[in-house]
């Protein structure tokens, strides 16, 4: 009946299964058991009828055209650029820190001082992850790289990963460089905004064919049977012969033979104001204060006009795949010794030729939106449509 099946109806699977359903014409199954599409893209109207997401804020922005050529053939745009401000000794300053972060915060002449000095050293218009800045061997570089460090990052990074920031990959907080600019927006990429009618639309609007059949409320194991030794899939009680398309946790799939890879959650805290506008900027990062890392107010990603407004704050919890309300693997973490436990079960999944692994927990990577979306339109390419 199904040629392919694919686990989970987020941003990967959705991308995979519509180009299986348009492009090659065959029939795909998706299953899902969340009771929505979109995985953690999901937004929705809520009570109000603001439009919130409900897994926290999501901004669309790309530097590659083929991803956003792709996603534009499903919506049109809001064209916003994102704006952080980070709540620092009770003044409000851009994130990523920049010329301006400097000016607001420090005295004139100091911030001119050390502005000559990031310029001298990196050039204008140039990121430096902070990491890299700590590293300087200039006496007073290395004071702000401190200062930086210590104001913006430290407890930040601690609140989101338990951790600090020496013991996570590099890149984690290399995604949010010092910026030596006046540009405070916190994407630099060509192609940035937000679907008009939102993701969910989006996604809607990809399984819309009648070569798709979607399962939701349905945990892949209640259907599917993959044996993890001989590789072998059953669907419905019969041989499955067709790719099996899989968008889950990886190690849930080979039923965590290696050991459980480590994920961090949040808790999401939704709240509805009844005022048409809360803060000055979509996301306010409060790096040092409270249990929460950011509060973003919708209303400035979407645009939409509405006499009251919606914020969402963000608690990071521990993640357990066992215990509800904890039960989200939101952010894979980037450490090395858990790269070793993702590559083994990798390299078991290779012996499988039905299995496709894609997306933030298949790949056990800390994906955007727009790298999902290439990997998949890259993997339909060359793994599902060249078969
Ligand atoms: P998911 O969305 O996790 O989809 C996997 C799906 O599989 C889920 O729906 C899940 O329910 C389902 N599934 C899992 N196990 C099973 C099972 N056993 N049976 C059936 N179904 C199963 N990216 C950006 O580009 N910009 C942003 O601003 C941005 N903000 C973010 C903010 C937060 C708080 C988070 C957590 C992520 C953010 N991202 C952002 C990243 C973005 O959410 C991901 O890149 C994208 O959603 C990943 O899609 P996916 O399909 O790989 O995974
Ligand atoms: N970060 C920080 N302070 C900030 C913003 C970010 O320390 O004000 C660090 C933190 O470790 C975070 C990482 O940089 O997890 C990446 O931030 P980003 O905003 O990209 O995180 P995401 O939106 O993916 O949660």
């Given at each position: 009946m199904f040629d392919y099946v694919i686990v989970g109806a987020g941003l990967s699977g959705s991308v995979v299964a519509e180009r299986i359903?348009?492009?090659?014409?065959?029939?795909?199954?998706?299953?899902?058991?969340?009771?929505?599409i979109a995985g953690n893209v999901f937004d929705h109207h809520n009570e109000h009828g603001i439009l919130v997401h409900q897994y926290g804020p999501h901004i669309f922005h790309t530097k590659l055209k083929e991803v956003w050529d792709y996603i534009s053939q499903f919506t049109e745009w809001n064209h916003y650029h994102h704006r952080v401000l980070g709540s620092i000794d009770g003044q409000h300053v851009p994130i990523p820190f920049n010329l301006k972060s400097l000016f607001t915060l420090l005295p004139q002449h100091t911030a001119q001082q050390l502005e000559q000095k990031l310029v001298t050293h990196f050039g204008y218009n140039v990121k430096v992850p902070i990491l890299k800045l700590r590293e300087t061997s200039d006496e007073q570089l290395k004071w702000l790289a401190d200062y930086v460090y210590e104001k913006i990052f430290l407890h930040y990074t601690k609140k989101q990963w338990d951790m600090t920031p020496e013991e996570l990959n590099r890149n984690v907080t290399g995604r949010v460089p010092v910026y030596i600019s006046n540009d405070d927006r916190y994407f630099q990429d060509t192609y940035q905004g937000l679907p008009k009618n939102g993701y969910t639309r989006v996604v809607e609007a990809m399984l819309d064919h009648q070569n798709i059949k979607l399962m939701l409320n349905t945990d892949y194991k209640e259907v599917v049977t993959f044996n993890a030794d001989t590789g072998s899939i059953m669907l419905f009680g019969q041989p499955f012969t067709g790719q099996f398309i899989y968008?889950?946790?990886?190690?849930?799939?080979?039923?965590?033979?290696?050991?459980?890879l480590p994920y961090r959650?949040?808790?999401?805290?939704?709240?509805?104001?009844?005022?048409?506008?809360?803060?000055?900027?979509?996301?306010?990062?409060?790096?040092?204060?409270?249990?929460?890392?950011?509060?973003?107010?919708?209303?400035?990603?979407?645009?939409?006009v509405h006499p009251y407004t919606s914020i969402v704050r963000e608690y990071p919890q521990p993640y357990s795949k066992d215990i509800p309300g904890m039960d989200i693997p939101y952010y894979p973490i980037p450490q090395s010794q858990n790269q070793i436990v993702y590559k083994q079960y990798k390299q078991?999944?290779?012996?499988?030729?039905?299995?496709?692994?894609l997306g933030r927990l298949a790949e056990y990577t800390y994906y955007d939106m727009d790298a999902c979306i290439a990997k998949a339109l890259k993997v339909y390419e060359q793994v599902i449509r060249g078969e």
């Open positions: 359903a348009n492009d090659l014409n065959k029939k795909v199954l998706i299953i899902e058991k969340r009771n929505h968008t889950g946790k990886i190690d849930e799939l080979f039923n965590y033979k290696y050991g459980e959650s949040l808790r999401f805290e939704h709240e509805t104001i009844e005022q048409e506008k809360y803060q000055s900027a979509g996301t306010v990062n409060y790096p040092n204060e409270y249990d929460f890392t950011r509060i973003t107010e919708f209303k400035h990603l979407t645009g939409q078991k999944a290779k012996q499988y030729n039905q299995v496709v692994l």
